[in-house]
């Protein structure tokens, strides 16, 4: 049963977040084999890239590589509608990630507001 409740769940986050135009894509450091299982195993409705170079990813972006293996910790990024960055979430271990609610949350805000900015649009 939690593992159904786990994909209800995700279901209806994804639709909510479709609701308000919001698309989630996740990559990995897997190969296709390995990504493809654990995307059938969870039952992700979203796009899961593959292949990833750990390295490259964090040097792009300031990810965390997981000290122990070639993986990446949790990152999470909003894009605007033209790809830029409107805000990040870093984890560097078990707990900090992106949570639909909050995502929702956050575009309604931006969307709310003229003109939304990206952070270095907005220093001084």
């Not at 994909?7 to 135009?21: C, F, N, P, Y």
């Not at 989630?24 to 296709?32: F, G, K, L, P």
């Not at 964090?58 to 910790?73: I, N, P």
């Amino acid at each position: 049963m939690p593992l159904l409740q786990g994909a209800t769940r995700r279901v209806r986050a994804r639709a909510s977040l479709q609701s308000i135009g919001v698309e989630i894509v996740a990559v990995s450091v897997d190969d296709e084999a390995v990504s493809t299982a654990l995307v059938d195993r969870m039952r992700l409705n979203f796009t899961v890239g593959f292949g990833v170079k750990a390295d490259e990813i964090s040097a792009g972006t300031g990810a965390y590589v997981a000290e122990d293996a070639a993986y990446l910790q949790s990152t999470g990024f909003v894009l605007d509608k033209q790809g830029r960055i409107l805000t990040s979430v870093y984890s560097s271990g078990a707990i900090g990630r992106l949570v639909p609610e909050d995502v929702a949350g956050f575009v309604r805000y931006i969307e709310s507001h003229d003109a939304p900015k990206t952070p270095a649009e907005t220093r001084p």
